[in-house]
T-cell receptor, first 116, second 118 residues
Framework: EPEVTQTPSHQVTQMGQEVILRCVPISNHLYFYWYRQILGQKVEFLVSFYNNEISEKSEIFDDQFSVERPDGSNFTLKIRSTKLEDSAMYFCASTRRLGEGNYGYTFGSGTRLTVV | AQKVTQAQTEISVVEKEDVTLDCVYE???????LFWYKQPPSGELVFLIRRNSFDEQNEISGRYSWNFQKSTSSFNFTITASQVVDSAVYFCALSEARPADTGNQFYFGTGTSLTVIP
């Protein structure tokens, strides 16, 4: 079963530092997403990415966040200057072409980011 | 507006009891997909089921069953003969049909934390 792979599984960073969370989506998937889950809360949409550009983003996804697909396989989320409230589990997801009966929405196992 | 409501924040049951987790959703779309995910203490999201809006058949998979009722906008999840390994947070989620250039955003409920007591 193909998987979405996220690295690292846990990252600790100091407030104000930049972090990059990495994801390798499933190879034939076309749409890529990042979600965030603050401890004990629900999973929230951050951003979707298609055809090398952001297709949709939530109000959480402010100027401190950016996404990139640098080499055709990795999909990264960068937080420029981390704040304590950025501490959360970050999930990457990918899907095939939409409109198919089963577009195969697959989540990675998450990166737990702790900002100290 | 899209919304998923899981009114039960926490549920505790004794092993072997049946338990139903409620999910109510709101959407204006006629085409949409509903999901249940399990989140164990390790934190990953484990896919359980996907249902599209045109298929109202209930589904059973081992000890798990799902009851989809469009008339009440509900997609409830029942675990029969619960086991300690079922202890986790369970999330219901909604995804709508979207134009091909935007992707499919998930709207998650707030989750129900299930504890199965041995």
């Amino acid at each position: 079963e193909p998987e979405v792979t996220q690295t690292p599984s846990h990252q600790v960073t100091q407030m104000g530092q930049e972090v990059i969370l990495r994801c390798v989506p499933i190879s034939n998937h076309l749409y890529f997403y990042w979600y965030r889950q603050i401890l004990g809360q629900k999973v929230e949409f951050l951003v979707s990415f298609y055809n090398n550009e952001i297709s949709e983003k939530s109000e959480i996804f402010d100027d401190q966040f950016s996404v990139e697909r640098p080499d055709g396989s990795n999909f990264t989320l960068k937080i420029r200057s981390t704040k304590l409230e950025d501490s959360a589990m970050y999930f990457c997801a990918s899907t095939r072409r939409l409109g198919e009966g089963n577009y195969g929405y697959t989540f990675g196992s998450g990166t737990r980011l702790t900002v100290v | 507006a899209q919304k998923v409501t899981q009114a039960q924040t926490e549920i505790s049951v004794v092993e072997k009891e049946d338990v139903t987790l409620d999910c109510v959703y709101e959407t204006r779309d006629t085409t949409y997909y509903l999901f249940w995910y399990k989140q164990p203490p390790s934190g990953e999201l484990v896919f359980l089921i996907r249902r599209n809006s045109f298929d109202e058949q209930n589904e059973i998979s081992g000890r798990y069953s799902w009851n989809f009722q469009k008339s009440t906008s509900s997609f409830n999840f029942t675990i029969t003969a619960s086991q300690v390994v079922d202890s986790a947070v369970y999330f219901c989620a909604l995804s709508e049909a979207r134009p091909a250039d935007t992707g499919n955003q998930f709207y998650f409920g707030t989750g129900t934390s299930l504890t199965v007591i041995p």
